[in-house]
């Protein structure tokens, strides 16, 4: 089932206020397009003039506490059904990606596993689409910075997490992972960072500083 994995507190509500960075916010709203349940918490932040929860005064704590209600909900909240082909893209992707995915230019970043880039924001932020085979894995790495993954269709587990459709994955530099797609089919991914990855293991410390430098221009 999708819409296990949700974004956390406190991106929905700097979401709400409108102070995300653009592209977290494409992934946000990328997640929301099959998410009801953080639909609505956004809407009852805005509700309340979109502050973040935990500048809320006390005389707020009752509105606080409806809303940890509502956001408890999220596994339970029915998301839309997954698409049959993974061209029909989210509606927040739609004017960002020319044409559907299977006919992008893909760029070719490892066995099994190529991108595309959608856009290079202010601030270093980068978003991509990641096609992932199935079977496939992204090599193995950790974070220079923050990294929000959507999943647009198939799935990819993380050690012993499974990400499905409409999925929210949130990284940093204390995570060292190697996601893989699953063997239901290959998997489409947004991914949003505000760092160059860092590649592990013996090849990914030879070729990570090549990497990192064509990242960088």
């Known amino acids: 089932m999708s819409g296990q994995h949700h974004p956390s507190l406190e991106i929905i509500g700097d979401y709400a206020a409108g102070s995300l960075p653009e592209p977290v916010a494409l992934a946000l709203a990328v997640h929301m397009s099959s998410c009801s349940a953080c639909r ?3 809407q009852k932040l ?8 935990d ?3 006390p005389a707020a704590m009752d509105t606080e506490a ?7 909900s999220l596994d339970e909240a029915k998301s839309a059904e997954s698409p049959s082909e993974p061209s029909d893209l989210p509606h927040a992707l739609l004017r960002r990606v020319p044409g559907d995915l299977a006919k992008l230019p893909w760029r070719r970043v490892a066995r099994g596993v190529a991108e595309f880039a959608i856009d290079n924001y202010e601030a270093g932020y980068r ?11 992204v090599p193995r790495h ?14 990819f587990y993380d050690s012993d997490v499974v990400y499905n459709k409409g ?5 940093d530099p204390t995570v060292r992972h190697q996601p893989i797609a699953t063997d239901g089919g290959v998997c489409y991914c947004l991914a949003v960072t505000n760092a160059p990855l860092k590649l592990l293991g013996p ?4 070729i990570d500083p090549l990497l990192r430098r064509r990242a960088e221009h």
């Open 127 to 137: 978003a991509k689409l990641l096609r992932i085979q199935s079977g496939a894995s």
């Open 66 to 72: 409806e809303l940890d209600r509502a956001l408890s």
């Open 203 to 206: 090849i990914g410390r030879l």
């Open 167 to 171: 999925d929210f994955a949130e990284a």
């Open 142 to 155: 950790t974070h220079r910075g923050e990294e929000y993954t959507v999943v647009i269709a198939g799935a």
């Open 40 to 42: 609505m918490a956004v």
């Open 46 to 53: 805005e509700v309340i003039g979109g502050v973040v929860l």
């Open 55 to 57: 500048e809320l005064p």
